[in-house]
């Protein structure tokens, strides 16, 4: 279904016409990620603007989320030229807005709205933050097996030896302490439990001890380790400089694999709205 969308002030509103009034239909509901950023309050739409760069990450980050089944591209003509456009499903809509700038009168509205349809379903997703904690995760996995494999390949025989100096060098205590004091099992790692921004200081933390140890070419699990703690050192002094929280004192947070299993259940709950908008049109 389409319309004229011009004049329209607001989709997400409650008033008529609405968001569910736009909705195209070929096989399955979805709306145009070139429609829907414009509704969000965005001048300008781009492919690979943030909102839908940190949503597609968030698909991408959870193997049983298919993210073709909720960002399908296509060339669309807009204006008589042709651009990248994404046909976005109900699960990819609430991803975007999400994602976006709240500051907007119409992504707070739009995050509201959906807030109407998962709000049974999801215990543990409160925020924007706890979302972004799924891509930032996988992220610093990723960074970890780089920097595992640089390291041993730079001499470190003992990696848990040289991943503590890690640690220590941003916490100014070893990771048993650290599980001790924010009441994490020993058998798991505390990364699963970091919010977004204890997950970045650790980002980056990985991130520059592998470029320094490729930099400056250094060898040997002694000097392997002292780097590891030097530049946990150099993250800490940051934090403190620019007045940031030390991440010691940051609050666990719920498992990363509970939001997981909201957004999956998300899914399921926005396909019941599809699901139920297809039977109205067929009355």
């Known amino acids: 279904m389409s319309g004229d969308i011009s004049d329209i002030d607001s989709y997400f509103d409650g008033k008529h016409p609405t968001f569910?009034?736009?909705?195209?239909?070929?096989?399955?509901?979805?709306?145009?990620a070139s429609d829907f950023i414009h509704w969000l309050g965005y001048r300008e739409y781009t492919p690979t603007m943030p909102p839908i760069n940190k949503a597609m990450s968030v698909c991408l980050s959870i193997p049983t989320i298919i993210t073709a089944d909720h960002f399908?591209?296509?060339?669309?003509?807009?204006?008589?030229?042709?651009?990248?456009?994404?046909?976005?499903?109900?699960?990819?809509?609430?991803?975007?807005?999400?994602?976006?700038?709240?500051?907007?009168?119409?992504?707070?509205?739009?995050?509201?709205?959906f807030a109407a349809?998962?709000?049974?379903?999801?215990?543990?997703?409160?925020?924007?933050?706890?979302?972004?904690?799924?891509p930032l995760r996988k992220d610093i996995s990723e960074r970890e097996k780089a920097l595992s494999s640089?390291?041993?390949?730079?001499?470190?025989?003992?990696?848990?030896?040289?991943?503590n100096k890690g640690y220590m060098g941003l916490y100014n205590m070893p990771i048993h302490k650290i599980r001790e004091l924010k009441g994490i099992p020993d058998s798991e790692t505390p990364l699963d439990y970091m919010g977004a921004e204890e997950l970045g200081a650790n980002i980056f933390r990985i991130t520059q001890t592998n470029a320094?140890?490729?930099?400056?070419?250094?060898?040997?699990?002694?000097?392997?380790?002292?780097?590891?703690?030097?530049?946990?050192?150099?993250?800490?002094?940051?934090?403190?400089?620019?007045?940031?929280?030390?991440?010691?004192?940051?609050?666990?947070?719920?498992?990363?694999?509970?939001?997981?299993?909201?957004?999956?259940?998300?899914?399921?709950?926005?396909?019941?709205?599809?699901?139920k908008l297809i039977q109205q049109k067929k009355k």
Not at 20 to 32: A, K, R, S
């Open 20 to 32: 569910e009034d736009f909705y195209h239909e070929n096989g399955q509901i979805y709306w145009y």
């Open 72 to 113: 399908r591209e296509e060339v669309r003509y807009l204006g008589g030229r042709p651009i990248k456009d994404f046909k976005l499903s109900r699960f990819a809509c609430y991803l975007v807005s999400m994602n976006a700038d709240v500051k907007k009168t119409q992504v707070a509205k739009a995050q509201a709205y």
């Open 117 to 134: 349809f998962t709000a049974s379903v999801q215990e543990h997703v409160k925020s924007y933050e706890d979302i972004e904690r799924v």
């Open 150 to 163: 640089t390291a041993k390949q730079a001499g470190v025989v003992r990696y848990d030896f040289f991943s």
């Open 212 to 275: 320094k140890i490729k930099r400056e070419n250094i060898r040997g699990q002694n000097a392997l380790e002292q780097t590891a703690l030097q530049v946990g050192r150099t993250v800490r002094k940051a934090i403190q400089e620019t007045g940031g929280t030390m991440p010691e004192n940051l609050p666990p947070e719920v498992h990363v694999k509970r939001i997981k299993s909201d957004l999956k259940k998300t899914i399921k709950e926005l396909d019941k709205a599809d699901r």
